[in-house]
């Protein structure tokens, strides 16, 4: 299990590389192509579709914990009868989600876009409303692979989905405009979805829907589960969807671009940590189903998520100033100071995934919701109120409080409430997460200021050269013992095939 949980992240982490760097590529493309009024209209539009994630009521998460205990028990009956309900369930959801946008669009000027602007944004709404709909129907398909620890399967249907879109995108977008975006996403939606049904069957032979066996106890299962993530499905769509909206309301289209380039590069930053440490959430789940104490392997993930959190966010503190002037040009040059604070953010973040994990996975998340529904609402009025009294810095200066209140104490708080686990040293490896972050941060963004790095060459090789030494350092100030043996073993397990074969055996 353990070699199949590495090997799960390392596919993640490459599909989350191969996602970033077409989106780095694609980004100055959209910009030349399109000017910051229509990459902000493009931007919107995907953030208005977002908004619809919302509706899927926290069943993801439910079907994912479901087939995980009906594999336990290796009941395939069972496991087609929640596929089954599942399915059923999320094309109800997603058709309406489709009426409620259809009804969103005849209103167009709640979007804060006026003109032939607002025309364009209407039409193609109508038109990706059908990426909803197969949105929605491919959720069981998800939870399926996740319960059976194959996330390879979904890292490897990711990246082809990234490249064929980028390829589309970069054919299309001269000719078509904004259209040959809308294009490339449906096709290559198109493309990946068919390949996850057939590589569902292929992993499960057994796998088949029937109306017959969608079932309403599973149902009933499924919402006892779920019904308090509700809030906070609606809450923390709120909260990551709503700041296009609030830019465009208070400032305009520009201002929404250059805010994507910090958001961006905070966004691939931390889908790369969740590539290495999402996979365990699997891992808590069969935990719980077996009842079993859970405070070593939490103790080690939070220690793996603020060691790759600070590795990662640290070499974007250094790096980011060089990287969008080299990317996108001094037009952009005020998103640096987004993205510092976007970082700091992002950390504390980082700091309550493995308790949340450990609450779902647990069923002990009902108080979840009501934490986020209020960090949610604290956040957006604290943005507002900052954001026009300093402009877009004031919003992510709002966010940096909200998440250092609600992920360092809150959350922690309600964790143990059901948990009596040790805290402290946790709390002392935040801290030096932080200041590993801030102090070499700091240093290594004016040593490259001094240095002046004016071509990707030398920013390359700055970074090739940078980057072990902060490995190391976080190796060493952020790592336990055991979790260093661990790691070390499984590196050394794939180079060397003799040790390979012995590690697969001990696991």
Not at 121 to 147: A, Q, T, Y
Not at 341 to 348: A, D, E, M, Q
Request: hydrophobic share 55%.
């Amino acid at each position: 299990m353990k070699k199949q949980l590495l090997t799960s992240s390392l596919f993640r982490f490459l599909e989350r590389g191969i996602v970033v760097l077409t989106s780095f590529l694609l980004t100055p493309f959209f910009l030349n192509e399109l000017g910051s009024t229509h990459y902000g209209l493009w931007l919107l539009i995907l953030s208005i579709l977002g908004w619809f994630n919302v509706v899927d009521l926290g069943f993801p998460q439910a079907i994912q914990r479901q087939i995980v205990q009906a594999l336990e028990l290796n009941d395939k009956k069972r496991v087609n009868v929640i596929f089954s309900t599942g399915l059923v369930l999320f094309t109800v959801l997603g058709g309406f989600s489709v009426l409620t946008l259809v009804g969103l669009t005849t209103v167009p000027a709640i979007f804060g876009v006026e003109g032939l602007d607002q025309i364009t944004l209407v039409d193609i709404l109508l038109i990706l409303s059908v990426k909803i709909l197969w949105g929605f129907m491919m959720n069981p398909f998800h939870g399926f692979f996740s319960g059976m620890l194959r996330f390879d399967i979904d890292a490897n249907l990711s990246s082809l989905n990234a490249i064929v879109k980028a390829i589309m995108v970069f054919l299309l977008l001269s000719d078509l405009n904004i259209w040959g975006a809308v294009v490339a996403t449906l096709a290559s939606d198109v493309l990946t979805n068919i390949l996850k049904i057939h590589y569902a069957k292929r992993l499960f032979p057994e796998l088949r829907f029937s109306f017959k066996l969608a079932s309403k106890k599973e149902l009933i299962d499924l919402f006892a589960y779920s019904k308090h993530l509700v809030i906070n499905g609606i809450a923390n769509t709120i909260g990551t969807k709503s700041r296009p909206l609030i830019i465009t309301q208070l400032f305009d289209l520009p201002s929404l671009a250059l805010a994507s380039i910090a958001s961006n590069l905070i966004m691939h930053t931390s889908a790369f940590v969740s590539s290495i440490t999402g996979v365990f959430s699997p891992l808590f789940n069969k935990k719980a189903a077996r009842n079993e104490n859970m405070e070593q392997l939490f103790n080690q993930t939070t220690r793996i998520n603020l060691f790759a959190s600070t590795v990662l966010f640290l070499s974007l503190f250094i790096f980011g100033k060089v990287f969008i002037l080299l990317w996108v040009g001094y037009e952009f040059e005020y998103a640096v100071n987004l993205l510092y604070l976007g970082v700091i953010s992002s950390l504390f973040a980082a700091f309550s995934n493995s308790a949340n994990t450990v609450l779902f996975a647990q069923a002990n998340h009902k108080y979840i919701s009501v934490i986020t529904i209020t960090s949610v609402v604290f956040n957006i009025t604290l943005s507002i109120i900052l954001g026009l009294k300093f402009g877009l810095i004031g919003l992510a200066a709002g966010g940096v409080v909200n998440s250092a209140i609600f992920n360092v104490f809150a959350k922690v708080f309600l964790f143990k409430q059901y948990n009596n686990y040790n805290m402290r040293e946790l709390y002392w490896c935040l801290s030096k997460s932080l200041l590993i972050t801030i102090i070499l941060g700091m240093t290594g963004s004016y040593l490259l200021d001094y240095l002046a790095i004016n071509t990707w060459l030398e920013f390359l090789l700055s970074a090739t050269l940078a980057f072990p030494f902060i490995i190391l350092i976080c190796w060493v100030l952020l790592l336990n013992k055991d979790i260093k043996k661990t790691l070390l073993h499984y590196v050394i397990a794939r180079i060397v095939p003799g040790v390979k074969k012995k590690f697969i055996k001990e696991l």
